[in-house]
């Protein structure tokens, strides 16, 4: 019998509670670029402010905006708080492992990351599947629109969308907190993802990846199905539409999320879905930068480049600060 499971399988040894020999983890961020570190580390804190900036402003805006009270302002106002919540969790160890060259971070350190990352990838996997929805209903049926997506159900959806979220973070954290962690103390990466974890550990983890396989499925596979199968419909409506700009009014109204979704899930899908041996370590560090730290910024700037109900907000907002 393999020595890792007969330790796995001492009572002493089980769990996060037992004595494992990972108590601090070193996260190498990106090695390479050292001789950089300045200029990376201020264009991410750049980026941060952004970041925070732009997500504030979109909360702020529907607040205060007696206009943006509808659906579609409301989801994307919940969409800014799951990127703020995922910046914030990566972001700021970033800058630190950048600056010196590397962070060190206990294991529960690790796992708490995980942790807020997750949560913020699961739920805004379903969020942008129940704006796809939000999309198909005003499109598709757009008489019965206010009647369907009325406050109550969109509350509940996003309490479901939390709660569902918690469950799946709440199943992966129970799964790794029974694993023995040996070693090794380091994970070349700039955040706690879920196979660097893994790779600590020396007990079987085959059980686990089948488990985050079917979670992948329904946090993933299944909100990226719903969006194409409701975008299916959204342009066979468009395309019944006799005149060119009925049909560009409501393309209009879905194109900004659209956007977000192809970068979203295309640069996930290359993260988790694409082979690793086809990309280089580099290569995927950078995909993962980009949807946790660029995307949450280009979020803010495309559904307020693009809304016209956003800029007005926003002229009205500068006018009463200004009159102030």
């Known amino acids: 019998m393999p020595d890792w499971y007969r330790r796995t399988e001492d009572p002493d040894h089980e769990g996060l ?26 264009l991410l804190v750049l980026l941060y402010c952004g970041t925070i900036s732009g997500n504030l402003l979109i909360m702020v805006l529907y607040l205060v905006s007696k206009t943006l009270q509808s659906p579609m302002y409301f989801f994307i106002t919940q969409l800014s708080i799951f990127d703020l919540l995922l910046t914030t969790d990566i972001v700021p160890v970033l800058l630190h492992t950048i600056l010196y060259g590397g962070s060190t971070i ?16 699961f739920s805004e996997c379903l969020l942008l599947a129940f704006m796809s929805y ?14 369907i997506m009325n406050h109550m159900f969109c509350v509940t ?41 893994l790779q600590l550990s020396c007990s079987d983890t085959s059980l686990i990846h089948i488990q985050s396989f079917i979670i992948g499925i329904f946090f993933a596979i299944s909100p990226f199905t719903i969006i194409v199968t409701s975008y299916v419909y959204i342009v066979i409506t468009i395309l019944k539409i006799p005149s060119n700009t009925g ?51 280009l979020n803010p700037i495309i559904y307020t480049l693009r809304n016209r109900d956003f800029k007005e907000a926003f002229h009205r907002l500068k006018l009463i600060f200004c009159f102030d």
Request: hydrophobic letters at 45%; a positive charge.
């Open 134 to 147: 939000d999309r198909y209903v005003a499109i598709c049926n757009p008489l019965r629109y206010h009647s």
């Open 17 to 42: 509670q037992s004595t494992n020999n990972i108590t601090s983890i070193l996260l190498l961020g990106f090695p390479n670029l050292q001789n950089y570190k300045f200029l990376f580390f201020s």
């Open 157 to 197: 959806i996003i309490c479901i969308i939390w709660v569902m979220g918690y469950i799946g973070t709440l199943i992966c954290v129970i799964s790794i907190c029974n694993l023995y962690f040996c070693g090794p103390h380091v994970i070349d990466h700039f955040y706690c993802d879920m196979e660097p974890i």
């Open 106 to 121: 206990t294991l529960i350190g690790c796992i708490t990351q995980f942790v807020f990352f997750a949560n913020s990838v």
């Open 247 to 297: 049909r560009h009014k409501a393309f209009s109204t879905c194109s900004s999320h659209l956007i977000v979704v192809s970068i979203y899930y295309g640069t996930l899908i290359m993260v988790y879905i694409f082979p690793k041996k086809e990309q280089s370590l580099t290569i995927g560090k950078i995909l993962s930068l980009i949807y946790t730290v660029l995307t949450p910024l």
